[in-house]
């Protein structure tokens, strides 16, 4: 099934191998802003399909850059909850300037 991680440590390394390319990292990125400005706008209108299209935009977009740039099948698929993280730690990382956009 692939490989197995005993901790987020050690797995969010591989997650950043598996976003090398500067169009998927901007994919995903955008696509988890889409995500937050989906929630909010759900929390601030009575729409709650605003919440069942949050997670639509995000992996969606995600996935597009995993088809197009790197070309490889998304972490999410073998290690959900770890790559959910994953994405958080690198939208943050990208917005401190730790990994570049």
């Known amino acids: 099934m692939g490989r197995e991680f005993q ?3 050690e797995f969010y390394p591989y997650y950043l ?5 500067p169009g998927t990292r901007r994919l995903h990125f ?5 995500a ?5 706008a759900a929390a601030v209108t009575p729409d709650w399909r ?17 088809a197009v740039f790197e070309r490889n099948r998304p972490a999410t698929f073998r290690h959900p909850w770890y ?19």
Do not use: K
């Open 83 to 101: 790559s959910f993280l994953g994405d958080w730690v690198m939208y943050r990382d990208m917005l401190t300037g730790r990994i570049p956009f």
């Open 36 to 40: 937050i400005v989906l929630v909010v």
């Open 17 to 21: 191998g598996e976003h090398s390319r």
């Open 30 to 34: 955008i696509g988890s802003t889409a």
């Open 7 to 9: 901790s987020f440590a």
């Open 50 to 66: 605003l919440l069942l299209a949050a997670p639509v935009a995000g992996y969606l977009t995600a996935w597009v850059g995993h």
